[in-house]
């Protein structure tokens, strides 16, 4: 009869010496690995967006929360004229990026994606942009 | 047939066959990027190889190679799967390889080949190709870095489309397509080298980043322009039509289109769409509800009715499907009881409608689509048979070239026509093709060329009769040619074995009526030539469905006022309610001048079009309808093929289909229930219309049914004098350009990009007369109107004689026509 309480004390008492995995989040910040896959940024290079609107992102993306709608620059090269991600369909799987054939496309390490209205969600191409 | 061995199958195949045809008929995939079964064997590429034992094991190209008895082949050795990847190797290796931006990708023979093949890595390297990309192009985009040198758009532009646009320029490392002097590509725009690039190298420029092909859906439907029925793949994204797919089994055409057909297709999307019915209120269209819409029209319909019908009429396009045309004659005929309602300005049917009818006893040709290649001798009636038929020109083509077909082209102008290999080209005064008709009846009874079976027709004796006055020497003059050429033509035609004449019918041609058509089908039963494979007389109707439009009897009947009746009628009070559903009286009938003044007069106007028309304009109540696209229904071609329409997309905006607004009319107005829908008015039509007895809506299938002919032929005589031409005036003909069908096509950007407004086309001899160059303006001045044109100076046309085509609204021809096969006009700078 005492012997599975002391037990179960001597669980908790080898607790109160052990480091404290509980994050005390917002005060502490999490460390964030490597590979995590949070909110996507658009690669830039020599001032524009890598992104040449193939469409495979879209295409590959299970939850249908990409839009892309290609345009015709100056140059007659293929760009993105639209792109959007509704990041409250997004879950977060990274097929985009892997998909992606020119790496115009990558996740970032912001999780904090909270918001007050739906269509704050739909994250457009200038906010997507990567930020110098 | 022949025996082989394919990968250990049997296969017996016919001995003309190729190893690739073997195979493919063993169920057996062989690679090709070069071949198309529509061109001749090319054996460009390698892609194909194959190995046959009897050849030690040697390598050769599947797709040239007849088949031998006996031949033991095999497709997929490993030896065989290595040549591939070195092909494919080779092929990459100075090309771009720019998936992610190419059109191409997705529908591409070369990166498919190269996936399947895993070709991942190249043993060799080398410059990429540095061509200059054609932007310029509103049509297509040429980049000839991604060319496989498989030369199959030049085959394709000289084989089946008799352009010749394209060919290889330089040799060697140097070589690549293009056109004469590497300039910029002005063709005809037919697309057809677009649709058969196996890579990305041409592409539509209109649908240039719209989309991907996966991303589209596809609805095969048949195409709304011409009456040649050619079928039709819709490319849809987010319900919107973005583009024409090529589908190389779709049809009697193997899935080639014109550029009408190809690029033509914006204007069911197009932002100028009517959108919302209108009302006209203080002298302004303004928008309303289809309520409002409904009742003032309604309102109207019953007054008409009450009335006894007399006083409404109805002028209709033969654009509708045969289900609304057959709803819309039962609203006039039966609900409102009036005879008065016609299409194509009466004209444009006569020569089914009462030509056919009269002398073969149905209003419509004895042929069929599939006869042109089947004959011996082609008559063709007008050059401009290949304007207004563009993909049955391809057959006319394909006929001379690969049947041997003698082609001779009766005309008042030349034409693409007459460039043909061995083609006689006839070029006759204009209006005069009765007289020479008839003149080649009179020779083939006068030669005793007349067919056994012709004297058990009746009416012999009278045609006999009747021809006494048209002796080749004597009507020689009028018709503008010598009396040896009508001979030997009536000569040939009469001696050949099997002979089909061409007539093509349309607005642009009044003098293609009645009269014409029955000295035609008089020269076909004299010879003995109606009822044969490759023989006859294919009446070509102008539009998706003016064959169609003839079955359902939309044309006056029993006293009814036809469509210059009608008009009269606005003018002078009788007619008081006008229904004008589909067409565009304005722009397309002869006499605008008189068309405005009925239509201003008449006291109210109903028009039902997709489009704020010229006609339109003048309307009290404006209904907005469906293009071709978003509606389910039939429309019956040339040769009388009844084909399905799919519905490819929901209606644009609160647009609604012809079927259901007339459909609501005529039961709110015959006091009975609504059709179900159009398959309970295609059986309605199989009980109604004797010649679509028997077919079921469910049975068309893709292919659609040819409509079975039959009646009892007779001779009726045709009268033809001949036109008295104007001294100092030039002869103006009117006609279809290549481009265009009706005033439709206006509304598509593919057309008007490259034949954006109307144009007067003359000789090299009047222009330099009248001191003209290309552009030049020129006025034309007849009787009833004047309008101003740009002058085209072109080698086919004859001295005195200028061609303008019928399709826009401004400075419209038919401002100076008043229904006359040849209209005189002054022609000033
Ligand atoms: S896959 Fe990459 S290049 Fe393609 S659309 Fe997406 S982000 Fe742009
Ligand atoms: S032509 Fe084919 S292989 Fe070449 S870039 Fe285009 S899709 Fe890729
Ligand atoms: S569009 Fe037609 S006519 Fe023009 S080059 Fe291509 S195949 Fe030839
Ligand atoms: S342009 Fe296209 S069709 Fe023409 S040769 Fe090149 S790859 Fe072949
Ligand atoms: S316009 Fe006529 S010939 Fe051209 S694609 Fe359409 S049906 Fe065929
Ligand atoms: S497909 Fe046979 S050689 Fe090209």
Wanted: aromatic share 8%; charged share 20%; proline share 5%.
């Amino acid at each position: 009869m005492i012997m599975p309480l002391l037990q179960g004390l001597k669980i908790t008492f080898s607790h109160m010496f052990k480091k404290t995995i509980t994050l005390q989040y917002p005060h502490e910040r999490p460390n964030i690995p490597p590979g995590f896959r949070g909110l996507h940024a658009l690669n830039v290079s020599h001032d524009k967006a890598k992104c040449v609107a193939c469409y495979l992102c879209p295409t590959v993306c299970p939850a249908k929360c990409i839009t892309v709608e290609a345009g015709e620059d100056a140059n007659h090269d293929k760009y993105a004229a639209k792109y959007e991600i509704d990041m409250l369909r997004c879950i977060f799987c990274g097929y985009c990026v892997e998909a992606c054939p020119v790496d115009a496309i990558r996740m970032t390490d912001t999780f904090e994606l909270a918001n007050m209205k739906r269509a704050d969600f739909v994250f457009t191409k200038e906010t997507l942009l990567e930020k110098k | 047939m022949v025996n082989l061995t394919i990968d250990d199958k049997q296969v017996t195949v016919p001995k003309d066959a190729t190893i690739y045809d073997a195979a493919k008929a063993a169920g057996i995939r062989i690679p090709i990027l070069c071949h198309d079964k529509k061109l001749h064997p090319f054996g460009g590429c390698r892609m194909c190889l194959v190995e046959v034992e009897q050849m030690k094991g040697r390598q050769i190209p599947a797709c040239t190679t007849p088949v031998t008895e006996g031949m033991i082949v095999r497709t997929s050795t490993p030896d065989i799967i290595q040549a591939r990847k070195m092909v494919l190797e080779l092929l990459l290796l100075k090309h771009p390889i720019d998936c992610p931006v190419c059109d191409a990708a997705g529908d591409c023979d070369l990166q498919n080949l190269t996936y399947e093949y895993k070709v991942n890595a190249n043993r060799f390297t080398d410059e990429k190709f540095q061509h200059k990309i054609d932007y310029e192009n509103p049509l297509i985009e040429r980049d000839m870095n991604r060319c496989i040198h498989c030369g199959k758009c030049a085959r394709i532009c000289d084989e089946i489309v008799s352009y010749g646009a394209y060919s290889f320029l330089n040799r060697g490392l140097e070589a690549k397509i293009g056109t004469e002097f590497d300039g910029p590509l002005n063709c005809e725009f037919c697309g057809s080298c677009v649709s058969v690039c196996p890579v990305g190298a041409l592409l539509s420029r209109p649908f240039k980043f719209k989309a991907r092909w996966w991303a589209l859906s596809k609805t095969k439907t048949v195409c709304s322009y011409c009456g040649t029925g050619c079928q039709l793949t819709l490319g849809i994204k987010d319900g919107k039509v973005l583009t024409t797919i090529y589908d190389e089994n779709q049809g009697f055409h193997n899935g080639q289109l014109c550029t009408r057909g190809r690029w033509g297709y914006q204007f069911v999307n197009s932002d100028k769409r009517l959108t919302t019915p209108l009302i006209r209120k203080n002298g302004k269209l303004v928008q309303a509800s289809w309520e409002e819409a409904l009742s003032a029209v309604k309102e109207r319909l019953f007054s008409a009715k009450t009335a006894g019908g007399e006083s409404a009429a109805c002028l209709v396009t033969p654009r509708l499907t045969n289900e609304e045309l057959f709803v819309l004659k039962k609203l006039f005929n039966v609900a409102l009881g009036s005879q008065n309602i016609d299409h194509s300005a009466g004209y444009a049917h006569n020569a089914l409608s009462a030509g056919a009818l009269e002398s073969l006893g149905y209003a419509a040709s004895p042929s069929t689509i599939a006869d042109i290649q089947k004959t011996n001798l082609l008559l063709v009636v007008k050059s401009d048979a290949y304007e207004t038929h563009p993909v049955l020109g391809f057959e006319i083509n394909l006929g001379v070239k690969r049947k041997g077909v003698d082609l001779r082209v009766v005309s008042d102008k030349r034409g693409k026509l007459s460039r043909l290999p061995d083609a006689t080209t006839y070029v006759h005064k204009p209006g005069s093709e009765v007289l020479l008709f008839n003149a080649m009846a009179r020779v083939i009874i006068g030669e005793n060329l007349v067919d056994a079976g012709a004297s058990s027709i009746s009416g012999l004796a009278e045609l006999k009769n009747s021809l006494q006055g048209y002796a080749p020497e004597k009507v020689a003059e009028a018709c503008g040619m010598s009396a040896d050429e009508i001979i030997v033509l009536a000569r040939d035609y009469a001696k050949a074995e099997k002979a089909l004449i061409m007539l093509p019918l349309g607005l642009g041609y009044p003098g293609h009526g009645k009269d014409l058509a029955q000295a035609l089908i008089n020269l076909a039963l004299l010879t003995g030539k109606i009822g044969k494979e490759g023989c006859g007389v294919l009446i070509m109707g102008e539009k998706n469905n003016s064959q169609g439009a003839v079955d359902m009897g939309v044309y006056p009947a029993k006293g009814g006022k036809d469509a210059v009746a009608i008009l009269d009628g606005c003018a002078a009070g009788t007619v008081k309610t006008l229904y004008v559903v589909g067409e565009n009286p304005v722009v397309s009938y002869p006499n605008r001048k008189a068309v405005e003044a009925a239509l201003d007069k008449v006291e109210f106007l109903i028009v039902q079009d997709l489009f704020l028309t010229e006609t339109a304009e003048k309307a009290h109540v404006v209904l907005p309808a469906c293009s071709f696209a978003e509606k389910d229904g039939t429309f019956t071609s040339v040769g009388k093929v009844i084909q399905r329409v799919n519905r490819a997309i929901a209606p644009v905006g609160l647009s609604r289909s012809d079927f259901e607004i007339l459909n609501a009319l005529y039961a709110a107005c015959a006091n009975t229930q609504p059709y179900a829908d159009v398959a309970a008015v295609f059986a309605e039509i199989s009980e109604n219309v004797p010649a679509y007895k028997g077919i079921s809506y469910a049975g068309l299938g893709e292919n659609g049914v040819i409509w079975p002919a039959g009646g009892t032929p007779r001779f009726v005589p045709a009268e033809g004098g001949a036109v008295q031409g104007e001294s100092g005036k030039y002869a103006l003909l009117t006609g279809s350009a290549l481009n265009h069908c009706g005033t439709l096509s206006r509304f598509g950007e593919g057309p008007m990009y490259v034949c954006p407004a109307g144009y007067a086309e003359l000789s090299y001899t009047d222009a330099s007369a009248l001191k003209v160059k290309n552009d030049d303006l020129l006025t034309l001045k007849s009787a009833s109107g004047e309008v101003r044109l740009k002058a085209k100076v072109s080698a086919r046309m004859p001295q005195g004689v200028i061609f303008a085509p019928y399709h826009f609204g401004e400075e419209s021809v038919n401002t100076l026509t008043t229904g006359a096969p040849v209209t005189w006009v002054n022609v000033s700078k």
